[in-house]
């Protein structure tokens, strides 16, 4: 009924807008309107997917019969999830830092379509509950991911050095703080006619040396001039 529809598509509203405020605060490409859109227009789906078999097995059974249709309530559902890859796709990006940003404004949009599927479905307390969930990951999480990545000791380090005359003096240090490099990706930055080199290491650290003290020291040397730490 009406009032049943209204409440289906306004709980997706703001499922998908609670999602994706967090992203809009932090400026990411999608934000609250993009979750809220995407959440809206899942339920949409789903319902017209419940509306087409319910009239199939009614009103329009004799029509359906004669022409020989058959409706799947899940199949356009299935359609959105592989849809939404679209906008997914569109929001991960590969910085000139060889960075990736995006994965998990992506993995929120995909969230956000699995809620307005839920929604439209009628299934209001796996709602509650993922809702509360996708919260937790996007708001409490990332303090404990940065606080494990520093505890970790893999490390990736992204510099950019003046030439590679420089790069010998960054490998000296790593070797004098027992630092296991096993990966080296090198590019050149050309920048006012002079070619400026960018490295990327990976890298094992000892249990007595920490990301911060390490990136602190390399920052010290001639000819960098810039680094930080990557994901």
Not at 69 to 87: C, E, H, M, P, Y
Not at 121 to 150: D, H, K, Q, T, W
Not at 186 to 205: N, T
Request: charged share 20%; proline share 2%; glycine share 10%.
């Amino acid at each position: 009924n009406i009032w049943s529809m209204m409440l289906r598509v306004l709980c997706a509203m703001a499922a998908g807008g609670l999602v994706g405020f967090e992203r809009e605060r932090k400026g990411r490409p999608a934000g609250f309107r993009t979750y809220m859109l995407v959440a809206l227009g899942a339920a949409l789906t789903i319902m017209l997917s419940q509306y087409l078999n319910l009239m199939f097995e009614g009103p329009w059974k004799e029509i359906g019969d004669s022409l020989g249709i058959k409706t799947d309530v899940s199949r356009l559902g299935a359609q959105v999830i592989n849809g939404v890859g679209f906008l997914g796709a569109g929001t991960i990006i590969l910085t000139g830092r060889r960075r990736i940003k995006g994965l998990t404004t992506a993995a929120g949009l995909w969230a956000s379509a699995c809620l307005g599927l839920a929604i439209g479905a009628g299934y209001y307390e796996c709602v509650l509950v993922s809702v509360a969930l996708i919260l937790v990951c996007m708001y409490a999480f990332p303090a404990l991911e940065n606080r494990l990545i520093l505890r970790s000791r893999y490390m990736n380090i992204l510099a950019e050095l003046e030439g590679m005359e420089n790069l010998g003096a960054v490998l000296g240090i790593l070797r004098e703080r027992d630092v296991t490099v096993f990966d080296i990706d090198l590019s050149k930055q050309p920048v006012d006619h002079r070619a400026r080199i960018s490295v990327h290491l990976s890298v094992y650290l000892p249990k007595n040396l920490n990301h911060t003290r390490l990136l602190a020291t390399l920052s010290t040397l001639g000819g960098m001039v810039s680094i930080e730490e990557s994901q």
